[in-house]
């Protein structure tokens, strides 16, 4: 089902200006929560835009209204990450530049976007009431709030100038993708870094694929520090010792081996071997030293981890990828079918570490998790997830779209963004192997060197 977006309702429009020749102005909305069902209730959205400030010699105010540039809209990795300050993004002045302003948006339960906690979920009902609510927080529904966005910024534009161009990273270029499924009347352009989606494809298909190269980055971690491998089983050997309950972290839950695991989220980053090694060296040093895990590097760890400050990131994170199935723990099952190497209790060999795997114990292990386990089972087994994409309008694309892929992608499998690409007419890639998938915030010139150098170069 195809969900219709209507302009949003302007709530606060509010301008400060900041250091870097910024102007940052405060946007709230007003959308309706379920998209399909625009009477049951609506929803607040936030936003921060960025444009350049001039000062004219002779000091007459700029006319914004007649400058009318055109907008940008970036979309947050994720899903259920807010977006950072856009004085903060190293890419923003790059953009202003070129002439765009620029707008980032909290997505739905995020930030300061009608957030998303145990608690205030909590507030919606029972169980059922909650996993109902929580499934209007895919990309659909993003992508919608985006289109709601555009109609009300915009209304004021002529016909010609009313289109925007959309950047994704990670999860928000599938949201970008949902966007030239749904929406592409609405699109001037659209570029994606390390984002493009599986479509077409079951979970368990890309979770096969993300374990082995999970596997290829482990081994990579470990031929960089070698000595890491006894740490790593000592600790693991002190979280296991009172059955798995040994640790409590200082927001509350408990530092399990499997919630150890997923600190494997940093091993596919630009600087991620080194700081996660930090946080290895600092916990072998305390046990040397103590017999226990100080609380300093207790909270360094649990930082690391963003289950209990980002619920939507565990609960929606395998139905992201879901059109017409459940996931019924797709990460779970294809490591215990296919992967032993990843069991947490193994000795023999180094202990490997997971990306974006969500394990079910990982929701009895955090404390804010644990609030919302019942929901996220009722998640899991449900099937009904309205499709993302329209394979039949990507193969007509008319939306120019520039895409950095990344060969070593720990998150984004290569080969599956390749065969993405394909699907949508004229779509032009940036590969490489020598970028991660935070390149956009790490190699910022670079890598939009090469899109813009995409979009801006002829054919020869």
């Not at 835009?49 to 700029?62: I, M």
């Not at 892929?405 to 290569?414: A, G, I, S, T």
Request: aromatic share 12%.
């Amino acid at each position: 089902m195809s969900l219709k977006a209507t302009a949003a309702k302007i709530l606060s429009q509010r301008s400060y200006p900041v250091p870097g020749k910024l102007k940052i102005t405060e946007h709230f909305f007003e959308v309706p929560r379920d998209w399909s069902k625009p009477s049951s209730g609506n929803i607040q959205l936030f936003a921060r835009s960025a444009t350049k400030v001039e000062k004219p010699a002779d000091g007459a105010p700029e006319d914004e209204k007649k400058k009318q540039l055109p907008w940008m809209i970036y979309l947050q990795g994720g899903p259920g990450f807010e977006c950072p300050l856009p004085h903060h993004h190293p890419f923003t002045s790059l953009v202003l530049d070129k002439g765009y302003q620029i707008i980032f948006m909290d997505p739905r339960g995020t930030g300061l976007s009608t957030p998303l906690t145990a608690s205030t979920l909590g507030l919606r009902g029972d169980d059922q009431v909650q996993a109902e609510y929580l499934r209007s927080f895919r990309a659909d529904s993003i992508v919608a709030d985006c289109e709601a966005i555009r109609m009300a910024l915009t209304k004021d534009y002529p016909a010609e100038k009313q289109k925007w161009s959309v950047v994704g990273q990670s999860f928000g270029g599938f949201c970008s993708t949902t966007y030239l499924s749904k929406y592409p009347e609405a699109l001037r352009e659209v570029f994606i870094f390390g984002g493009i989606p599986p479509v077409g494809k079951h979970p368990d298909e890309i979770y096969e694929r993300m374990y082995k190269k999970n596997i290829e980055r482990n081994e990579w971690y470990y031929q960089k520090f070698p000595e890491d491998v006894e740490r790593v089983k000592k600790i693991v050997a002190l979280l296991q010792r009172h059955g798995n309950k040994t640790v409590r972290l200082p927001a509350g839950g408990y530092l399990t081996p499997r919630r150890f695991q997923s600190l494997g989220l940093k091993l596919g980053m630009h600087g991620g071997f080194d700081s996660f090694h930090n946080l290895i060296l600092r916990a072998s040093s305390d046990l040397d030293q103590f017999g226990h895990i100080a609380r300093k590097t207790l909270a360094m760890i649990e930082q690391s981890l963003p289950f209990d400050d980002n619920i939507i990131y565990a609960l929606l994170h395998e139905p992201i990828y879901c059109q017409d199935f459940a996931p019924k723990w797709s990460a779970a099952r294809i490591q215990e079918k296919l992967f032993p190497q990843f069991n947490t209790t193994q000795t023999d060999n180094p202990f490997l570490f997971t990306a974006e795997m969500i394990f079910p114990e990982i929701f009895a292990d955090s404390s804010e998790l644990s609030k919302v386990s019942s929901v996220a089972e009722l998640l899991a087994q449900y099937s009904s997830w309205p499709s993302l994409y329209d394979e039949e309008q990507l193969a007509k694309n008319e939306v120019p779209v520039y895409a950095a892929v990344y060969q070593h992608d720990m998150y984004v499998d290569y080969e599956y963004s390749k065969e993405t690409v394909s699907k949508i007419k004229g779509a032009k890639t940036f590969e490489t192997n020598v970028m991660y998938h935070n390149a956009i915030s790490q190699r910022s010139d670079e890598v939009w060197k090469q899109l813009f150098a995409l979009r801006d170069d002829c054919l020869d």
